[in-house]
């Protein structure tokens, strides 16, 4: 419990870990994220951020549909990797989250945020949400995915995960490698620091509260379909001091919707 007390998420993530049970799972998890990602850009002049990227083994897929795109990780480790992995791709930067801080305004046209509210303390959520919202074109658009809802048990994903297996052929594997997690560091850091789980109408108000209109979208990004993804534009001062979202953008998010 000592090592947990001490280590972060943050920490847990620019280590060695077992989150993926082998190279299959990570190939097809990359492969499925990037897919999802691409239904989002609606233009190959779009710049786009991955923020919290992890891996991102199929970066490669949402370059190709893009003018450029940005992997942001805190991990330095995974930002190495990512930098051998994508060396020489024009269309590919790798940044730590202080360079993206200092991109120009208005610059991005579609940033994605998948997998990482759940390790995210809401004080942190609410400066990234600020940082984004201003590197945001007016007509750009945030997609949060993978958001834990609160009466989502451990058990749930660890279903859809043998599911997920099931049908791609690691099933065996996901088994070894629920029960190697079960006795790793990852558990402690459950136990001491938690995740942090989201309703439909709090992570909606989350994000009006930082300036955005949203609306959740279906399906999940990814293959877990127990979880949620948002899609959120900024809102102009003029809206967000009004009732209801922008009407533009509202007839937009209604594409997004099931």
Not at 145 to 158: E, K, L, M, Q, W
């Amino acid at each position: 419990m000592r090592l947990a007390e001490t280590m972060s998420w943050g920490d847990f993530w620019n280590s060695a870990n077992y989150i993926y049970v082998n190279a299959r799972h990570r190939n097809l998890h990359d492969r499925l994220v990037a897919r999802d990602m691409v239904g989002f850009i609606s233009s190959r002049d779009a710049a786009v951020l991955d923020y919290g990227c992890g891996e991102a083994t199929a970066a490669d897929v949402v370059a190709g549909c893009s003018q450029s795109l940005i992997l942001c990780d805190a991990a330095a480790n995974i930002r190495g990797r990512l930098t051998a992995r994508f060396i020489g791709h024009p269309q590919i930067t790798v940044l730590s989250p202080e360079e993206v801080q200092a991109l120009p305004r208005d610059s991005l046209s579609v940033i994605v945020v998948n997998g990482l509210l759940g390790y995210l303390p809401k004080t942190e959520l609410k400066e990234l949400l600020a940082i984004l919202r201003r590197l945001l074109k007016d007509d750009g658009i945030i997609v949060i995915g993978d958001v834990i809802p609160r009466d989502r048990s451990i058990f749930a994903d660890a279903a859809a995960l043998l599911g997920f297996g099931f049908k791609n052929g690691f099933f065996i594997a996901a088994l070894h490698g629920l029960v190697r997690t079960f006795f790793s560091k990852y558990l402690w850091l459950l136990l001491v620091h938690g995740l942090r789980r989201y309703d439909e109408a709090e992570i909606l108000t989350v994000l009006r509260t930082a300036g955005f209109s949203a609306k959740r979208r279906y399906p999940n990004i990814g293959h877990n379909q127990g979880r949620m993804t948002f899609v959120a534009f900024r809102l102009c001062e003029s809206s967000r001091a009004a009732e209801g979202p922008d009407p533009i953008h509202h007839k937009i998010l209604g594409q997004h919707d099931r």
